[in-house]
């Protein structure tokens, strides 16, 4: 065994080496900027240097699985082997584009060696939900976890050995924390990434590769068009993260934060807010047999289908004296429900208009919210408001003046080739080409990018 865990170190050194085209930037590294402009030299180069290690990998795994198929090896020794096949398929997945149909090639490839490795060892990528989430804690908020708890967020999870000889156990590595944004068009979801985290001790191994991979992957499966990713500028990861976004082909743009933030210590004169929100009631001023069915009915008449459906039945999910509702409680005209994070963050998840869909009560249903935090001496909290209409914004800048928000940059995914796509066979073509034909295939497809 002695001999064989030596072999591997060479053969790791050999494949992914300082010379290698392989590149893992989780430690902080920096990568390019994404582009649009494709040298066909240099990237048929690059594919051709990585698609050399395949054959060489293919044995070293082949001998892997019979050693531990006998029991004569670890999980560990076999598990890098597969980690840099699969790290190998990403390089050729998003040296080019990942939602070409190469890159969905390329994926679908990577797919099928990470299958094989979890019918033949064990868990290597995995959806985090309720049941399995305690073993990613290490890498979650106490907010975030909640979210994955509840199902308001969903989340992929991956299982890694460290690099440790006395050390071999499975831990968890890294987790992507998403959602499914319909607010725009329901008809043209976008997956927004919320969170990414890999473990100190796993970094510079692909783990982020691995779980960008998988929903990208996910984009081809289910049809979606667009994954975006928003970094908070200034924060002490953004350029680490962003970069290993940036050469998965994220095209970034500056941007504010949507939402609205107002900190509850930062409102002074609460007379006006408390006009507004002495239209407005509590849900706990009605029993919780009455509380819970107006939100059910609510629920109901908006077709909604999220995650707020199951949390109705808990008790102490929404905060009943924040959360509030105007009209009649038999058929309000609006209703807010608020939660507070384990952080203390007051987020308001849902509301609703009732049939007259009037808009007016939102800003009422805000002002009530701010009023009565202010009243319970939430003062260090700060209220979430993912609300987008100009007369709510009009309304926080008259009462509130002082407001918080981020500057942030936001990537975005998506197939924009034009009629321009690349294949498997295309790329077949061109590794072989000779230079002038590259350099002709270089300006033919930059006429039509």
Not at 233 to 249: L, N, Y
Not at 314 to 322: K, Q, S, T
Not at 331 to 339: E, S
Not at 392 to 403: A, N
Request: charged share 30%.
């Amino acid at each position: 065994m002695q001999n064989f865990d030596k072999e591997i170190r060479e053969d790791a050194a050999l494949y992914l080496g300082e010379d290698s085209p392989i590149r893992n930037t989780e430690s902080g590294e920096e990568s390019e900027e994404p582009t649009l402009e494709i040298d066909f030299k240099e990237i048929s180069t690059t594919i051709s240097q990585l698609r050399s290690y395949l054959p060489m990998l293919d044995d070293r795994i082949s001998e892997c699985r019979e050693l531990f198929e006998t029991k004569d090896s670890s999980r560990k020794t076999i598990e890098q082997f597969y980690e840099y096949k699969m790290d190998i398929l990403y390089n050729l997945a998003y040296i080019i584009h990942p939602l070409t149909i190469y890159g969905r090639q390329c994926l679908e490839k990577a797919e099928a060696v990470r299958h094989d490795f979890e019918e033949l060892v064990g868990v290597y990528t995995t959806r985090v939900t309720a049941s399995n989430v305690d073993v990613f804690l290490p890498l979650l908020t106490a907010d975030m976890a909640e979210d994955i708890r509840t199902g308001r967020r969903e989340a992929l999870g991956a299982i890694r050995c460290k690099d440790s000889k006395k050390d071999r156990r499975p831990y968890a590595a890294g987790i992507l924390a998403y959602y499914v944004d319909t607010a725009f068009s329901a008809e043209d979801p976008v997956l927004r990434i919320e969170w990414l985290f890999v473990h100190e001790d796993f970094r510079g191994r692909g783990v982020s590769d691995s779980l960008i991979a998988e929903l990208v992957y996910q984009m081809h499966v289910t049809g979606i068009e667009a994954t975006a990713v928003s970094l908070v500028v200034g924060d002490s990861w953004e350029p680490a993260i962003g970069s290993v976004f940036a050469r998965w082909k994220f095209e970034f743009e500056p941007q504010m934060d949507p939402d609205t933030y107002i900190r509850i210590g930062d409102l002074t004169d609460l007379t006006q807010i408390g006009e507004f929100a002495s239209h407005a009631k509590p849900l706990s001023s009605m029993s919780a047999k009455e509380a819970g069915l107006l939100q059910t009915n609510a629920l109901i008449r908006d077709e909604y289908r999220g995650y707020i459906r199951n949390l109705t039945k808990d008790p102490d999910y929404f905060d009943m004296d924040l959360s509030c509702y105007v009209g009649k409680k038999s058929n309000p005209d609006g209703l807010m429900l608020v939660h507070r994070t384990p952080s203390g963050m007051l987020r308001v998840e849902y509301i609703s208009l009732g049939s007259s869909s009037d808009t007016k009560v939102i800003p009422i249903m805000a002002a009530f919210v701010l009023y009565t935090a202010h009243e319970k001496r939430y003062l260090d909290s700060a209220v979430d408001f993912p609300i987008q209409m100009d007369e709510f914004g009009r309304l926080m800048e008259k009462i509130v003046p002082r407001q918080r928000g981020a500057f942030m940059v936001t990537g975005i995914l998506t197939a924009d080739f034009g009629s321009i796509d690349i294949d498997e066979k295309l790329v077949d073509g061109f590794t072989s080409a000779s230079d002038e034909e590259l350099l002709e295939l270089t300006d033919f497809f930059q006429e039509g990018l």
